[in-house]
């Protein structure tokens, strides 16, 4: 698997300037791809369903959790206000959502369900200290709350990737129209070198935003 690595955005220059890396809230690409994040089994439907029910823009973040055989069973979505990338921050974001919309599975000896976490920014499809930022929330609110940790998904004007997995497509992108639920056609022109998916389940969700 190969990574691009993107010039700091303002925000990732603005986590640098507070020590962001120094305290290790973020996930390098290297780190993230050996941690042995379950692969989805159908990215493009997990994608598609969730833009299709949240319709993110640029700064909208989407925590879904996955049942067994990648059903939706809840998620939310909000906007994360923030001067710097701190995953600590982004963990504590995530938690909450997560507390509102489901459950914890803190009981159980192994988790039985994942959380997976759509992020639409601008920019290209380039790994950046934002998404280090986001990967090390995710990772740690799912401890938290009893869930395996999943998929970190991407949503730029290119469309989309889950980061580790090599799998991408070009629609939805972060400009991309919301389609209906029963209205949802695979992307003819799959990309080679991203990653993720999008998906129109039709079990219960809860959305919070």
Aim: positive net charge; glycine residues 12%; contains cysteine.
């Amino acid at each position: 698997m190969t990574f691009g690595f993107a010039p700091p955005t303002s925000t990732s220059m603005a986590a640098a300037g507070k020590g962001v890396s120094r305290h290790g809230r973020l996930l390098e690409p290297a780190e993230w791809t050996s941690a042995g994040i379950p692969l989805l089994r159908n990215p493009r439907e997990v994608v598609s369903g969730l833009h299709s029910r949240h319709a993110p823009v640029p700064g909208v973040a989407v925590i879904a959790v996955l049942g067994p055989e990648d059903r939706l069973v809840a998620s939310a979505s909000f906007t994360q206000r923030s001067t710097s990338a701190d995953g600590w921050e982004y963990r504590n974001a995530l938690l909450a959502r997560l507390r509102r919309v489901i459950p914890h599975d803190l009981r159980r000896r192994t988790p039985v369900r994942t959380a997976v976490l759509l992020y639409c920014r601008d920019g290209d499809e380039r790994w950046t200290e934002e998404d280090g930022a986001w990967m090390w929330g995710l990772r740690d609110a799912c401890t938290l709350h009893g869930l395996r940790c999943g998929a970190y998904i991407t949503l730029t004007r290119d469309g989309w990737q889950v980061l580790g997995e090599g799998r991408g497509g070009r629609r939805p992108g972060s400009d991309s129209k919301p389609v209906g639920l029963g209205d949802i056609v695979t992307d003819p022109v799959p990309l080679t070198l991203r990653t993720g998916g999008g998906a129109a389940e039709t079990l219960r969700r809860t959305v919070a935003r």
